[in-house]
């Protein structure tokens, strides 16, 4: 009877649980978080797949990305098979670490249980919620670019990896008088046939700006060179052919079709940017000269960076990077450091970090031409945090297992003391 008594009562404090409580114990619970870290195990190895067929950034960009709730994994059988593809529908990459953020919080430090035996769980734990947040931060906030000079030259900016932009801008007296950037995000959706037209407003302009059939990776090609696809718009006898992007993504180049529509209500002729086009597009409007120049996006830093000396070796017989190495002088307010660039020595300053990615010469078929070194620039808060969690997970792990092999001697010890005396 009283068995009976205390199961009723077990039942009723269930059926009592708040709604509260309820979510905060799904959210916290195993369960849940073997279910995401195996979806976490599925994209990691489909990614992994794909990325051989479309490239490293392409398939960060579909798995992980912000804007990807959903998505459809592809998972290629072998030939003897059949070669299919399968698709398989998932939730996306980003949302499900940021669930597996809240779980492991709640589950891992704020329900577990505490006590100095459990230490070294909770900074283990604390080492993956610090992987998953540099994660988070590095989608949020990194900038990715290249720096480009020659020796003897000086650069403070960076040209961005993958964006491409609208520079606008007014030349009086042959030169520039201000540039309005007009951002990638503007255009990046803009594909395809059926694309609508963008209207982006240059309030401090005399004319607002249309935008139509963005291409990723296009090229600016004469009717001559080939019959342009049925619908395509034909300017002046040139139109975009839309090809296929490359794996490296940061070697496609951008193009699409612009119209500049003046507030006079005059009439100016639609035309093409292209990142191709070394030239800027030049308009008239009125009595004053405007020009448009599509190109990757540019970032200034807070200080110089001037080449001294680009070295490269390459190993016998081959084009295999045996030795690149950049000596630099980091000019900043008046003064003056010098820095040597090389494979995996990377310069870190102010928030930036300097790697050294290739180099090359000139004229690639003469020994003695002016050598270049590109630098990849890289922007990013949470570079080194990795790096730290690695350190706390190891550290944590190590505490555990000290505290385990402290229990187990004291155990032994306690077994010891109380056998009987012969």
């Given amino acids: 009877m009283v068995e009976e008594t205390n199961?009723?009562?077990?039942?009723?404090?269930?059926?009592?649980?708040?709604?509260?409580?309820?979510?905060?114990?799904?959210?916290a619970g195993f369960p849940l978080a073997t279910v995401l870290m195996l979806i976490l195990l599925l994209q990691t190895w489909l990614a992994t797949l794909e990325q051989v067929d479309y490239?490293?950034?392409?398939?960060?960009?579909?798995?992980?990305?912000?804007?990807?709730?959903?998505?459809?994994?592809?998972?290629?059988?072998p030939e003897e098979i059949g070669g299919l593809a399968l698709k398989i529908p998932m939730p996306g990459g980003y949302y499900v670490l940021g669930l597996f953020?809240?779980?492991?919080?709640?589950?891992?430090?704020?329900?577990?249980?505490?006590?100095?035996?459990?230490?070294?769980?909770?900074?283990?734990?604390a080492g993956i919620l610090l992987m998953i947040l540099s994660a988070a931060v590095t989608e949020r906030t990194e900038k990715?670019?290249?720096?480009?000079?020659?020796?003897?030259?000086t650069s403070n900016t960076a040209q961005d990896y993958y964006e491409y932009v609208v520079e606008v801008s007014e030349h009086t007296n042959g030169a520039p008088k201000e540039v309005h950037v007009i951002r990638g995000n503007y255009l990046a959706d803009l594909r395809g046939e059926s694309a609508p037209v963008r209207k982006v407003l240059l309030p401090s302009l005399p004319f607002d700006m249309e935008f139509t059939r963005y291409a990723p990776n296009g090229r600016v090609m004469s009717v001559s060179e080939m019959a342009p696809p049925?619908?395509?718009?034909?300017?002046?006898?040139?139109?975009?052919?839309?090809?296929?992007?490359?794996?490296?993504?940061?070697?496609d180049v951008a193009a699409c079709y612009a119209k500049i529509s003046p507030r006079d209500a005059s009439s100016i002729p639609s035309f093409i940017l292209s990142g191709d086009v070394f030239q800027p597009h030049t308009v008239k409007v009125g009595e004053r000269t405007f020009t448009f120049h599509m190109r990757k996006l540019l970032w200034p830093m807070p200080f110089s960076v001037k080449l001294d000396k680009a070295t490269a070796e390459y190993y016998p017989n081959s084009t295999k990077?045996?030795?690149?190495?950049?000596?630099?002088?980091?000019?900043?307010?008046?003064?003056?450091?010098?820095?040597?660039?090389?494979?995996?020595?990377?310069?870190?300053?102010?928030?930036?970090?300097?790697?050294?990615?290739?180099?090359?010469?000139?004229n690639a078929q003469?020994?003695?031409?002016?050598?270049?070194?590109?630098?990849?620039?890289?922007?990013?808060?949470?570079?080194?945090?990795?790096?730290?969690?690695?350190?706390v997970v190891t550290?944590?792990?190590?505490?555990?297992?000290?505290?385990?092999?402290?229990?187990?001697?004291?155990?032994?010890?306690?077994?010891?003391?109380?056998?009987?005396?012969?």
Avoid: C
């Avoid at 404090?13 to 799904?26: A, C, D, G, I, Y």
């Avoid at 990807?68 to 290629?76: D, H, M, N, P």
């Avoid at 953020?101 to 734990?125: D, Q």
């Avoid at 307010?333 to 990615?357: C, D, H, W």
């Fill in 366 to 391: 003469l020994a003695d031409s002016r050598p270049y070194s590109q630098l990849e620039v890289v922007k990013n808060p949470a570079d080194q945090w990795p790096f730290y969690s690695l350190w």
């Fill in 144 to 153: 990715r670019g290249t720096m480009d000079f020659f020796e003897g030259e």
């Fill in 321 to 362: 990077p045996k030795k690149f190495e950049s000596i630099v002088t980091r000019l900043e307010n008046g003064s003056e450091a010098k820095v040597e660039i090389k494979m995996n020595e990377p310069m870190r300053y102010e928030g930036l970090t300097f790697y050294q990615r290739m180099m090359g010469r000139e």
């Fill in 7 to 27: 199961q009723d009562s077990s039942a009723a404090m269930q059926r009592r649980k708040s709604l509260p409580s309820l979510v905060f114990h799904f959210l």
């Fill in 101 to 125: 953020f809240i779980n492991l919080l709640l589950g891992g430090i704020v329900r577990a249980r505490k006590g100095w035996s459990k230490v070294g769980n909770l900074i283990s734990h």
């Fill in 55 to 77: 490239g490293l950034h392409a398939t960060l960009r579909k798995y992980f990305d912000p804007q990807a709730f959903y998505i459809i994994g592809e998972l290629r059988l």
């Fill in 230 to 251: 049925a619908g395509t718009p034909v300017l002046d006898g040139y139109y975009i052919f839309d090809r296929p992007t490359n794996k490296a993504t940061e070697i």
């Fill in 395 to 422: 550290v944590g792990l190590l505490v555990h297992l000290l505290i385990k092999f402290y229990v187990f001697v004291v155990r032994i010890n306690k077994k010891r003391a109380n056998q009987p005396q012969r």
